[in-house]
């Protein structure tokens, strides 16, 4: 292994600090991508069992990664031990070695974990590390010096094998690029959605002009193709089913009569893999969660009641309505926010002259009930294995795990965990 002299401070911990080499460095450098990854507040990270916060994603080896920090361990830790992994996220299988090093104030590597000389494989999604990386407490021994000003820091060495290196330039993959520039493309689309233009409603609504639309209807141009593989199984690629275009020289129209043109352009520009701004999302997002729900675009109701969520401001006035909205939109998330905020202000909210509505909807009443569950089993013994831990995961946590493995990920909390389920020992044992 190999040190460096970098001292963190807090000034530099948001930095990308230049390096200087004097003379050659030594064979075991080569070929080594370094990347510091700072835990800030880490006393206030939660030590409950399985708990674990992930770092942002950052680039190596032309691929993503991040690190996972499991402050009171995963299922493998002994007690009192820290966990930490290393996960990639994107492009395709690579074996590489990999190390972990926690340094004091001064620079100093006071804890340290490595695979080297051996090489680790790395599928996508999957974790490699130490369940047993270091012990709680010794984190937090002043006489070790590894926090600063409360941050811990984490140097991650990565080095993959040598058939994933190339010094040469290469290309980035275009077909992402590509794919937007078909995106409304008239000369090779195979269907057209012509979606009612409401001349009273844009004026409410804002400016709408991608093509200057004024008093007809606005015409999206689009490629069954790409419906049918980045919308599998949506409503809105089952509206180009039965279009056959074989035997005829004009491109079958389909009419649009439910939505704003320019939710719908958002929507379609979604599907060919186009971003929304942040402040469409800010400002729109109960528009695309709607939009979505209708169209049956998962992903993107999803990332629309993300938004939703974290801008949305929770009130005992506005919960029961936000809540029933949320049950009749198939919003879990927000469901999920909405019972958790009812729990935590239940005199207020049974004092209000909403709560009455509340009470006629039994799927509403039963969230609530079995969350209320939830939190108390949590409260119990902590070393409790199986399916138990699976009920107390978030929505947010179920739905990443489901992701990770690339199967359906939208759904009521039921219906994750149920997936999970035949898993479980694979998880938790």
């Known amino acids: 292994t190999f040190n460096s002299s970098l001292e963190i401070t807090p000034d530099t911990t948001s930095i990308k600090m230049p390096e200087v080499h004097v003379g050659s460095p030594p064979k075991e450098w080569d070929s080594w991508e370094d990347h510091l990854v700072h835990f800030h507040h880490f006393k206030r990270i939660s030590t409950e069992d399985y708990y674990s916060v992930k770092s942002p994603l950052f680039r190596c080896c032309n691929r993503e990664w991040r690190l996972e920090l499991c402050p009171g361990g995963d299922r493998s830790s002994p007690e009192g031990m820290v966990a930490l992994f290393l996960q990639k996220c994107s492009g395709n299988e690579i074996s590489a070695q990999f190390a ?13 974990e490595t695979t080297s000389p051996d090489y680790e494989t790395f599928p996508n999604g999957e974790v490699r590390g130490w369940g047993d990386f270091v012990e709680y407490e010794e984190l937090l021994d002043p006489s070790k010096k590894v926090l ?37 493309d008239e000369t090779t689309a195979d269907v057209i959605f012509e979606v009612k233009h409401d001349n009273d409603e844009a004026d409410a609504q804002g400016d709408y002009d991608p093509s200057s639309p ?15 593989f980045c919308a599998k199984g949506s409503s809105l690629a089952s509206l180009c089913e039965g279009q056959d275009t074989s035997s005829s020289t004009t491109t079958p129209v389909v009419p649009i009569s439910d939505i704003h043109p320019e939710i719908f352009h958002q929507m379609l520009q979604y599907v060919y893999g186009g971003e929304i701004a942040a402040a469409e999302w800010e400002t729109r997002s109960k528009d695309f969660i709607d939009a979505a729900d209708r169209y049956g675009v998962t992903n993107l109701k999803i990332e629309a009641e993300a938004w939703y969520v974290k801008h949305f401001e929770m009130t005992v006035e506005n919960v029961i309505d936000t809540l029933l909205y949320a049950d009749d939109a198939r919003c879990f998330l927000l469901k999920e926010v909405c019972t958790k905020f009812i729990l935590e ?27 209320a569950s939830m939190n108390k089993k949590k409260q119990g013994d902590g070393k409790k294995k199986g399916i138990e831990d699976l009920n107390k995961l978030s929505i947010n946590e179920l739905r990443a795990k489901l992701y990770d493995r690339g199967e359906e990920f939208d759904g009521p909390r039921e219906t994750l965990i149920a997936l999970l389920e035949p898993r479980t020992g694979e998880e938790f044992e």
Do not use: W
């Open 148 to 184: 600063n000003n409360g941050t811990l820091t984490v140097e991650v060495r990565i080095k993959p094998h040598d058939k994933y290196c190339c010094a040469n330039f290469i290309p980035k993959n275009e077909f992402a690029q590509n794919m937007m520039q078909s995106f409304m």
């Open 214 to 228: 004024t008093a007809k209807n606005v015409l999206f141009y689009a490629h069954k193709i790409v419906l049918q």
């Open 100 to 112: 972990f090093l926690i340094k004091n104030t001064r620079g100093k590597i006071v804890f340290e």
């Open 345 to 371: 202000n239940v005199k207020e909210v049974i004092a209000s002259d909403s709560f009455e509505s509340i009470t006629q909807s039994t799927s509403v009443m039963r969230e609530i009930l079995s969350l």
